[in-house]
């Protein structure tokens, strides 16, 4: 009997220990492994800090230097400007002012020898220097640099015009960040509608349309205007984005709509008017034939279309009922963040003259069409056009050069628009991983956050210290890292795969497993604590 009791302990030990090693197994080795397993990896990010950008203040600091000829003027127009941008809502102008001696100036009469004197003054990109001139016809002159000449009658409210409407554009400015952080409250200005969105790469794509090759020959060296005339602009821009120059050919591609045909200033000739209320109706048919989506860069299109005799000469009327270029056969027109159409007509003289299987041969007027897409091409960029104000006149553009202080006014719009869209995309980011907790946030995402969260505030702080040039490439990279890590393809891994569909694939593989083992703790308990 009693080898049979014996016996008994020990199988019911045995039980008792393999009970133990299963559950031990199950639940302190296979759950926690099965749960690390399935668990989505997601990398810490710095919530805290993304929340914090809500406070964020884009600040502008420029230097502004005012060189006056006496030390009452020049203090009293210092005063002046101050007080006009003391209450601006996105600059800190930072104004001084120096006292010149008349017999620097005395001899200056022309433009050329006023930059002499004005070379002797030291000014970072962003800068302005406001110089007296006694030998001056303006009441302001603005120059190529980033000098602005006036004369000893000009009164400081037109230089703070001047500087408001032409330099800073502090209206715009502001509202451009607005509209970006709050679009419900505040509409696009003309300028910011008009302006290709930032982007750290842009494709140009020139095309000429000859819609009529049976009868009509373009003579035209496309590739030549590219180079020449083209790059060298894009170039002076190479800081704000890298650009892409291509060119097409296209053919058979008639307008959708019909001119209306009015009489010409002669009564026995006539010619075709064009409503400028039709103009967007060309884009949509050209748009389709363009192919310029062959990139993943903003497209700027540029196109040539040639009318054909049997409408031509085509002029396009404003809406007021007056011809909008009268000088040239040249008519253009600009489409809003999309690009520019040139209407070439083909000489009146030739088609006229033509026989019906005759080839009219028709070669642009390469000044006027190229500078035209270089005006569009200035609008679209960001380059606004100077309203003009009365006593005020710029120095004309060398050649394919921008004006220094143009681009120091691009890149201001550039850094708070790119420093906008980064701040708005890694707070859209943050609160979409906080409320969808299956999305995968691997290292790489993680990284992107983080480093674009720094570049921020860096180029925060550098715009604030005046620093326009490292703030301008500092924000360019933080849009560029911060639309990065939105758009990762990893961030979708598993953003299907919800908690309640893990369970339900898994329970009814561990249940089965789990309901004895589960049982069996009730004999584990009962055999220690009955034994003791």
Partial sequence: M???????DVDEKYR?????????????????????????????LPYARINELSQLDIKITTKITVAALSRDRAELLAHEIRR?????????????????????LASAFTYHELEKVASTFELDMGGLLLLEATNLNDAVLVGSKRTLYFSTETSASKLVQVLSEWILHDKSLALTRNALAKPTMYSLDEENRRRFPASPAYDILITVVNSDPEKLKVVWDLKMVAEEYIRPFLDELSIVSNFSVKSQWLYL????????RVPDSSPSRRHFALRESVLPQLVTPLE????????????????????????????IYTRSGHRSRTDSNVEAFLSPRWG?????NPPSEACESSREDEIVTVVPEETAVVGTFLAQLRLLLGIPESKPISGVTAVPLVGLKSRDWEIDSLL?????????????????????LKEISNIVITDMVGNRIKSALELVDRSAVCLERGDLERSFLLSKEAFVTAEAAFSDPTLLALLYFPEDQKYAVYIPLFLPAMIPVLLSLKNIRRYYFTKK
């Fill in 2 to 8: 009693e080898s049979i009791n014996r016996d008994s």
């Fill in 16 to 44: 008792v220990y393999a009970s133990v090693s299963f559950a031990v197994l199950l639940l302190g080795v296979g759950l926690p492994l099965w749960w690390h397993t399935t668990a989505v990896p997601r990398v810490a």
């Fill in 84 to 104: 006009a941008f003391a209450n601006a809502e996105i600059y800190r102008l930072d104004v001084e002012y120096q006292v010149i001696s008349n017999n620097l």
């Fill in 253 to 260: 591609l008639p307008l959708d709509v019909n001119p209306r």
């Fill in 288 to 315: 389709k034939k363009l192919a310029s989506q062959v990139s993943l860069h903003p497209c700027i299109s540029f196109v040539v279309y040639t009318v054909p005799c049997e409408s031509a000469p085509l002029h």
């Fill in 340 to 344: 520019g159409v040139v209407l070439i």
């Fill in 412 to 432: 201001r719009f550039r850094t708070v628009e790119q420093l906008t869209s980064a701040k708005l995309t890694l707070q859209s980011l943050a609160q979409l």
